[in-house]
């Protein structure tokens, strides 16, 4: 999921371009407005920087043994 304070941001944004009636309503439209954007991007599978960052971590970590078990299979054969 996203970064609350950016879905936050986009919330106030919209909520800010209502009428001044619809603005007595603001935090409701705010959170139900966050809500239906994180909603969004989950169904779009899309991760956080934070994610996308252990996974790469991860799969780095992952390359470098491969690589280590390819030589000692090297030096084995």
């Known amino acids: 999921m996203m970064n ?3 879905l ?3 919330a106030t944004k919209i909520s800010e371009a209502l009428p001044e009636p619809a ?3 603001q ?7 966050s809500e239906m954007i994180a909603q969004g991007l989950d169904d779009l ?3 956080t920087r934070d994610d996308f960052e252990k996974q790469v971590e ?7 043994k491969l690589a280590e ?3 000692r299979l ?3 054969g």
């Open 69 to 71: 078990l390819e030589m």
């Open 45 to 47: 599978n899309v991760v």
């Open 27 to 33: 935090e409701q439209f705010k959170h139900q407005v």
């Open 4 to 6: 609350r304070d950016l």
């Open 23 to 25: 603005r007595k309503m």
């Open 58 to 64: 991860r799969l780095s970590k992952a390359e470098a």
């Open 74 to 76: 090297k030096t084995l």
């Open 8 to 10: 936050n941001e986009m």
